[in-house]
């Protein structure tokens, strides 16, 4: 049986730091979800269509981690067909041994609801924002601002909106160093996998 571990929360909680270090630490495979999005986005013309066709090798295409992508993302990511024709892709992955890492919105409550480790990553605004203007050399208050749009529209789209689910572990990373949050997700896991 794989072990899975979903890893969700808003942009910039650091999710996907704790999804890679997790993903080194055990050997598992990682999967981050919002490229699927992002590409889709990016992609341009029917976006229904475009999530339909998309291929591995779209995830690696360039531009797609800029704040541009991600909005794009999340408008795209709103549209249920789109959604429903990523779901497979994501299983599919979320199946392979020893164990599978996915992050994104949806995976503990939609993806993947039987995965063995479930976290869901959290931090203030502010420093979310801070974060992503340093990743992309960005200005701090605009990042902020597309950071709560992004949030408002995941949250509150009709189809498996951003939510923890109900078995999931929360994880405030505003205070703690990289190290200490993933020190505390690896603590989560191994308790998981001692049960
Ligand atoms: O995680 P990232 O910022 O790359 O995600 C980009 C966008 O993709 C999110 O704002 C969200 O709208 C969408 N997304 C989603 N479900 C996921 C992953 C990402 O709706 N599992």
Same mark, same amino acid.
């Given at each position: 049986m794989p072990f899975t571990i979903a890893i969700d929360g808003p942009a910039a909680s650091g999710k996907g730091t704790i999804a890679r270090a997790l993903a080194a630490h055990y050997g598992f495979a990682h999967l981050d979800t919002g490229l699927l999005y992002r590409a889709v986005g990016a992609r341009g013309g029917d976006p229904v269509a475009a999530a339909r066709a998309?291929?591995?090798?779209?995830?690696?295409?360039?531009?797609?981690?800029?704040a541009e992508a991600g909005i794009a993302a999340s408008i795209v990511a709103a549209i249920p067909e789109v959604r429903a024709a990523l779901v497979d892709f994501q299983r599919r992955f979320a199946a392979q041994e020893p164990g599978a890492i996915l992050d994104g919105?949806? !995976?503990?409550?939609? !993806?993947?609801?039987?995965?063995e480790v479930k976290l869901y990553v959290i931090a203030d605004d502010r420093t979310r924002a801070q974060r992503r203007a340093a990743e992309l050399d960005a200005d701090e208050d605009e990042t902020l601002a597309q950071l709560r749009d992004r949030d408002a529209r995941d949250s509150t789209?009709? @189809?498996?909106?951003?939510r923890p689910a109900p078995d999931a572990v929360f994880l405030d990373t505003? @205070?703690?160093?990289i190290d200490e949050a993933i020190a505390r997700a690896v603590a989560e896991v191994e308790a998981r996998m001692d049960d």
């Open positions: 998309l291929e591995p090798a779209d995830l690696a295409r360039p531009g797609l981690r800029t919105r949806d !995976i503990g409550t939609a !993806i993947c609801p039987h995965a789209r009709a @189809t498996t909106p951003l505003t @205070t703690l160093t």
